[in-house]
């Protein structure tokens, strides 16, 4: 085991009656149930009550599983067995996930138009809140924002905006009169890791036993407010480039942090575009008012384009809809209606392969009867 002499409780690290349900059936074959901490590269780190392991899946967890998002991920809750190595353990099984914040990423050769396979990467799994966090220096964009609301209306989570290097700013609230045109109905909290300015907000979300999960660009801040919050220079930290105030990827892999206080946080790595991986009812969600708008369109197939009562033309003509957030709202459905295109491919083929295998099967099964009966 760990030789640390306190280990987080199970309800401490986010253990609850759904997830309690779930590992029922585990219980009796000798499993434990813990929750991932860090992944790398199919090698996990995984906390109990009794201390963490070191493990990794069990061979038939690997042959079933039918693509990447089957595998665990940071915040995960596994069933597992200690092995007969001191510190050990085998994963059995992932139990369900209540939320997951997922990205899609390309596998095995490269750019999807050129054969790439496209597939969910699930970033941090059973999180209770996403603190989509930005910073307000030369990197503030409120396109980026509308990307990451997007992704997190997908992922079950609540979102929450912190607007981060608030002692930068010298028009703090216009910004953030900004992000609440784009970000309807989301809290939003201008804060400054550095002073300390706001923190204390961000405490209501951080309970004991719930998840908060910290996503955005490299060099918004996010390693340096999970110290704050932690007391103590646990992660490290990098000041961004000088000459375009862009940041540098400080954080090489996912973390589980349990905070002394309570709650639980999970630092990332800094995503300047994450690629979507959802549908079109998480763009409603996130660009709210132009889907109400679009309602009020004299045709219901309104291409928002040329057509006569067109509601969207006339809010931008009146200043009531801005058309560079129009213009990003059309970018991420194409992106989505790509994405689903893919998607319905790849269940295509699926569907084929799980026939030829039932057609392979049967017919093996077909030769044996007929040797059988012909003997």
Known sequence: MCNDNIFPTLIQLGWNEQFEQSFFPFRNHGMVPGRIEREDRNQYLVACESGRFA??????????????????????????KPSGAEN??????????????????????????????????????????????SGLDGDFNLRRIERFVTVAYDSGAAPAIILNKADLCSNLQECIQ????????????????????????????????????????????KSTIINRLLGEERLRTTAVREYDGRGRHTTS?????????????????????????????????????????????RFNDCTHSKEPGCAIKSAIDTGELDPARFGNYLKLQKEIRHLQRRRNRAAARRAERARDKRYRQFHKELKKTNRKYQS
């Open 88 to 133: 050990r353990a085998i994963i059995h099984e992932v139990l369900p996930r209540k939320s997951c914040f997922s990205r899609k990423a390309i596998l095995s050769g490269g750019m999807p138009d050129t054969g790439g396979k496209t597939d969910q990467q699930v970033l941090a799994a059973n999180i209770d809140t996403v603190f989509l966090v």
């Open 178 to 221: 900004q992000v609440e045109l784009i970000a309807i109905g989301i809290p939003i909290h201008a804060v400054s890791a550095v002073s300390g300015d706001g923190l204390p907000h961000l405490d209501e979300y951080l309970s004991i036993g719930r998840t908060v999960a910290f996503l955005g660009s490299s060099g918004v801040g």
């Open 253 to 297: 892999h996912r973390e589980l942090i349990v905070l002394p206080e309570g709650g639980i946080v999970i630092d990332s790595p800094g995503m300047r575009e994450i690629q979507l991986w959802g549908d079109q009812d998480s763009l409603d969600q996130a660009f709210e008012d132009v889907e109400v708008l679009a309602r009020n369109c």
């Open 55 to 80: 493990a990794e899946v069990s061979g038939r967890f690997r042959n079933e599983a039918r693509s990447r998002a089957d595998f665990p991920a940071v915040g995960d809750w596994v069933a597992l």
